[in-house]
């Protein structure tokens, strides 16, 4: 997967061990592309995806991630 590296805005939490990909904006501050998870309703939640430029990856093995801490973002295609 073509993933890159984004700060996160916010810390996120995930339940269950399996890979997460959460619906999530990916926004430039300071030149620096900084990630925020879309407030979504699960798989079925076609308007957070549409409203986000990518997904913010959250790997099984690391289900909680820190804000400010470099995170994994698989761009949605054609939205960056």
């Known amino acids: 997967?073509?993933?890159?590296?984004?700060?996160?805005?916010?810390?996120?939490?995930?339940?269950?061990?399996?890979?997460?990909?959460?619906?999530?904006?990916v926004t430039w501050v300071n030149g620096i592309p900084t990630v925020q998870v879309q407030l979504w309703e699960g798989s079925g939640d076609i308007g957070a995806v549409v409203q986000g430029n990518g997904f913010l990856v959250v790997r099984p093995e690391r289900l909680h991630l820190?804000?400010?801490?470099?995170?994994?973002?698989?761009?949605?295609?054609g939205s960056l």
């Open 1 to 25: 997967l073509p993933l890159f590296k984004a700060k996160l805005a916010h810390a996120v939490d995930e339940k269950a061990g399996v890979a997460h990909f959460l619906p999530a904006k």
């Open 66 to 77: 820190e804000a400010g801490e470099w995170a994994d973002v698989f761009p949605r295609w």
